[in-house]
C-alpha cells in the first residue's frame, strides 16, 4: 500500500518546460549537428496502475470545451487518495496473472526504438535537417526514466495504454544545457492488460504509439526554443509533404475544444464559441481566433449557429480563407475541422507565417 503513491506520482502529466526564453543567434550556431542519445534506466520498469487518479496523460490540455461555456470549463473534480489506494489494490488484485506477464512485452530495444524515432523527428525540423550525426558532439539526450501501462478508460474492464516518461536534455559541445524538459507519452490503443500479456505484437504497436508521441515533444522542445508554434499532440511531422497539399488532420470536438486543446490560442479567444474577432474575407463574414506568433487560426461562421458546414475539406468559407492567404504569400501546412455534432462548424490551420495578422486586417 505504501509503494503506490510514489510509483504512480511518476506517471503525472509533466508537460514542464524549463525556460520559456528562445535560443539566441550564438546557441543556434552551436548546433551545426545533434546526435540523439537514449538513456533508459535500469529500473524504469513501474508495475502498471489501475486507478483513475493516476490514468494515462490527457494530451488535450485546458478545462472544458467551447461548447461548455468558461463556468463549466473551470469546474474541476476533486479526487480522494484513499479511494484511488483502493481502486489500485482492487486492480492488482483482478489483474494478478496478466501483471506478473507484461514485463515481457515491453519491446527489448525499446532505447533503439527511442533514438530512431526522435532522430526522425528532429530531423525532420527545417532547422536540424541534415544535422543528425551520432558523431556529433551536441547530444539530445533522452532519460527515460520510467515506462508502465497506465489506465486509459474502462469498458466492463479497465483498459490500459503503455506510457513513457523521462526527461529531455540538450546538451552543447561546451557543456552547456540548452534544453532541460520533462516528458510523459502515452499511445493510443487502450485495451484490458490481458489483451497486452497475451499479444506481445500488439503491445509492440502500442509503445511504438507512445514513442512517436516521444518523438513529437521532442520535436515541440525544439520549436520552442526556436519561438515556433508547438504542434498539437496529434499532428504528424515533418511538415506537410503531401504533394505541397496541407495535411489534413483528424477532427476536433466543440466539446472538448477550448482556448488550451488543441492548440493554445491567446489572441480573440472565446470561451465560449472559441473564435472572438468579427472579419469578412471576400465577401464572407466570419470570425477568428490565433496563437501568440499567428500561425495557427481557428476560423468559424459569424452566425452564432451555422445553418451549412464550415470545413476545411471544402466550404465557401474555407475557400475564401485559402484565398486570401494565398495572396499574401502565407502557405497552410496542416488543417482539421471543428466538429459540431453531425457537421464541421469551423476548422484550424497551421501556416508557415503569422497568417492570423493577415486575416485579421480584414
Known amino acids: 500500500m505504501k509503494s503506490v503513491l510514489p510509483i504512480c506520482a511518476a506517471v503525472l502529466p509533466l508537460f514542464f518546460a524549463s525556460c520559456a526564453s528562445k535560443w539566441t543567434d550564438a546557441q543556434k550556431a552551436q548546433l551545426n ?167 506481445k505484437a500488439l503491445a509492440s504497436r502500442a509503445f511504438d504509439e507512445a514513442i512517436s508521441r516521444v518523438g513529437l515533444q521532442a520535436y515541440n522542445a525544439i520549436a520552442r526554443k526556436l519561438g515556433e508554434t508547438a504542434l498539437a499532440e496529434t499532428s504528424p511531422t515533418p511538415a506537410a509533404t503531401n504533394g505541397g497539399q496541407p495535411l489534413q488532420l483528424e477532427p476536433v470536438s466543440n466539446l ?32 477568428i481566433a490565433g496563437s501568440a506568433d499567428g500561425k495557427v487560426v481557428l476560423v468559424r461562421d459569424a452566425s452564432l449557429i451555422p445553418t451549412n458546414s464550415v470545413s476545411s475539406t471544402g466550404s465557401p468559407q474555407y475557400d475564401a480563407v485559402r484565398d486570401t492567404l494565398r495572396a499574401a504569400g502565407v502557405k497552410i501546412l496542416r488543417q482539421r475541422d471543428l466538429m459540431n455534432p453531425g457537421k464541421a462548424g469551423g476548422f484550424y490551420l497551421e501556416m508557415d507565417r503569422d497568417g492570423y495578422s493577415v486575416l485579421a486586417a480584414h
Open 256 to 287: 472538448t475544444a477550448s482556448c488550451n486543446n488543441p492548440y493554445k490560442l491567446t489572441r480573440d479567444c472565446n470561451a465560449f464559441t472559441g473564435a472572438g474577432r468579427k472579419i469578412t474575407v471576400n465577401g464572407r463574414k466570419l470570425k
Open 33 to 199: 549537428s545533434l546526435a540523439v542519445a537514449p538513456s533508459v534506466a535500469s529500473d524504469a520498469y513501474k508495475g502498471p496502475i489501475g486507478n483513475k487518479q493516476y490514468s494515462a496523460p490527457i494530451i488535450a490540455t485546458g478545462g472544458g470545451g467551447f461548447a461548455e461555456g468558461a463556468a463549466v470549463g473551470a469546474a474541476a473534480q476533486l479526487v480522494v487518495e484513499i479511494a484511488a489506494l483502493a481502486e489500485q489494490k482492487s486492480f492488482e488484485s483482478r489483474y494478478a496473472d496478466a501483471i506478473s506477464r507484461v514485463p515481457g512485452t515491453v519491446p527489448g530495444d525499446l532505447g533503439n526504438r527511442i533514438r530512431k524515432e526522435v532522430g526522425k523527428s528532429l530531423g525532420s525540423h527545417p532547422f536540424l535537417k541534415g544535422k543528425i550525426s551520432d558523431a556529433s558532439p551536441n547530444r539530445f539526450v533522452v532519460k527515460v526514466e520510467t515506462y508502465r501501462y497506465v489506465r486509459a478508460g474502462e469498458s466492463g474492464d479497465v483498459l490500459v495504454t503503455p506510457a513513457i516518461g523521462g526527461k529531455f536534455e540538450l546538451i552543447s559541445a561546451d557543456g552547456k544545457k540548452l534544453i532541460s524538459n520533462d516528458f510523459l507519452a502515452a499511445g493510443t490503443t487502450a485495451k484490458p492488460l490481458t489483451a497486452f500479456a497475451n499479444d
